[in-house]
């Protein structure tokens, strides 16, 4: 690694769907900031997914439920994770570990992207163990039956879901 590279602000990127954003993805954040000067959550756009909210909502979401973080950037991204790293000067990407199921597809990806780009390093951040069993999907799933999710997602993620299932 260049000498220069020491000095220059330490950029992260977390990456995902965030198809609505959970207390588990904020848990991730909030460690991330303490390792990084900047953390750029990515919102990836993947065409093969359909998601319940649109890239706006989910922007809108995540930037509330991280206002309380200064040192915290929301965009949208297309195409490989480690373009967009190159890009924006990004040294690591973050990912979140809940448990031995996330592991092999996390192992994959994060060797691929290692051959991609070889100074590209991918940090696992571990939750609170009380958000490792929640995901996204789960989330929808429970405020589309009407569930109560508010343990789950922030005030405003909450009300929206529930606008969602209301139409
Ligand atoms: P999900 O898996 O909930 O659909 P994403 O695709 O948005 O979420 O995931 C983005 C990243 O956040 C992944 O690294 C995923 O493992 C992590 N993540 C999601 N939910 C949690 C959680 N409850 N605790 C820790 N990490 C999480």
Redesign the pocket.
């Known amino acids: 690694m260049p000498d220069t590279a020491k000095m220059l602000p330490k950029i992260a990127i977390?990456?995902?769907?965030?198809?609505p954003?959970?207390?588990?993805?904020i848990?991730?954040v909030e460690r991330a900031t303490v390792l990084f000067d900047k953390v750029v959550i990515s919102i990836?756009v993947n065409l093969d997914k359909k998601p319940l909210f649109t890239l706006d909502e989910r922007r809108e979401m995540i930037q509330e439920a991280t206002v309380h973080l200064p040192n915290v950037e929301v965009v949208e991204t297309e195409g490989l994770m480690v373009d967009f790293a190159r890009r924006i000067g990004a040294i690591a990407l973050?990912?979140?570990?809940?448990a031995v199921s996330?592991f092999e597809f996390?192992f994959q990806m994060a060797l691929m992207n290692r051959k991609l780009e070889s100074h590209l390093i991918t940090v696992f951040?571990?939750?609170h163990d009380s958000?490792?069993?929640?995901?996204?999907?789960i989330?929808r799933e429970v405020a589309g039956f009407g569930g109560d999710i508010s343990q789950f997602v922030p005030p405003g993620v909450a009300r929206r879901l529930k606008e969602k299932f209301r139409s």
């Not at 977390?14 to 198809?19: E, I």
């Not at 954003?21 to 993805?25: C, E, L, P, Q, V």
């Not at 958000?131 to 999907?137: G, I, K, R, V």
């Open positions: 977390y990456p995902g769907s965030f198809d954003i959970t207390f588990g993805h848990d991730i990836a973050i990912r979140g570990l809940r996330d996390e951040l571990m939750p958000y490792t069993y929640l995901n996204s999907t989330v």
